[in-house]
């Protein structure tokens, strides 16, 4: 087993890309997906739609690769896409993208209590989306999308990476969800447990094996936010390098040697 196989979820389509254990591209495939629909002027998506394509993207990976010799899999997504889910991984509702826009009510009670230096603040907070996402009957976890494309093919729907989870409030520093959260009357057992990117998560489970191919003891990786795969894919390991990514979006990634946020020279 000497391939790996990297799948972004994007606004516009799923992709897949092999590589063998030297970083060389053995085949890649992409599927399309509709846009985002917009529904009483908020964004939203059915997850459906994304395994569906992703299903689409494997079949035509599974052509040029051997996936009996895929070793490990990972899996990006839109930063800030989360979903409501049941105890089996089932959808509950449409999934809130990452664009989408709170409510104005739930968007102040974050910035009530949330500090300043946490992504989780402004109108497209996830947080503040899963404040509203939290009263649908039956909900017992809200995830994101790399976390849910990532439990097809584990069968784990309760754990998440660190980038993905940092526009929901997690600490990168502290490595925890803070206890301010629960501030802002979000009932944080809904959270999914957090690992940092590349972790070990899982192994293909039975149904995924029998429908995408892969082999049963492959390795399942805690993945990353579409942006930062971007800024990862380029190789930029000095300080002070950045990375510009335009797609639906225009994502801009600087690597940093502190943690602190620069000084705004307006102030």
């Known amino acids: 087993m000497d391939i790996a196989v990297g799948i972004d979820i994007g606004t516009s389509g ?10 060389v591209t053995i085949a890649k495939t992409e599927a399309p997906v509709p846009a985002p629909i917009r529904i009483d002027g908020h964004l939203r998506q059915d997850a459906r739609i994304w395994l569906a394509a992703l299903s ?10 051997d996936f009996h010799r895929v070793a490990a899999i990972a899996v990006d997504g839109t ?5 409501p889910i049941d105890a089996a991984g089932s959808p509950l509702a449409l999934a809130s ?15 009530a209590v949330a500090p300043q230096d ?12 899963a404040l509203a ?13 790399a976390d849910w494309i990532a439990g097809q093919l584990c069968g784990e729907f309760t754990i998440s990476d660190e980038n993905n989870s940092l526009k929901t409030g997690y600490d990168p520093l502290q490595r925890r969800w803070p206890e301010w959260i629960a501030g802002c ?20 489970s039975s149904s995924a094996s029998a429908r995408f191919g892969f082999a049963p ?25 950045g990375v510009t990514s335009l797609g639906t979006t225009l994502t801009i990634k600087l690597l940093s040697a502190t943690t602190a946020r620069p000084k705004d020279p307006r102030r």
């Open 14 to 23: 799923v992709r897949a890309v092999a590589m063998d254990h030297n970083g």
């Open 56 to 65: 689409e993207t494997l079949k035509q990976l599974g052509i040029a690769v």
């Open 79 to 83: 930063s800030g896409t989360i979903l």
């Open 97 to 111: 993208m990452y664009n989408d826009t709170a409510q104005d009510g739930d968007i102040a009670t974050v910035a």
């Open 118 to 129: 946490t992504a989780a603040r402004g109108a497209s907070s996830p947080l503040a989306r």
């Open 133 to 145: 996402m939290q009263e649908i009957p039956g909900i017992k976890r809200i995830v994101h999308q």
């Open 185 to 204: 009357g979000l009932d944080t057992a809904l959270l999914p447990r957090v690992v940092p990117a590349g972790r070990l998560i899982g192994s293909v």
């Open 217 to 241: 003891d492959s390795s399942i990786i805690a993945g990353t936010t579409d942006g930062c795969a971007a800024f990862l894919a380029t190789g930029a390991d000095k300080t002070g390098a």
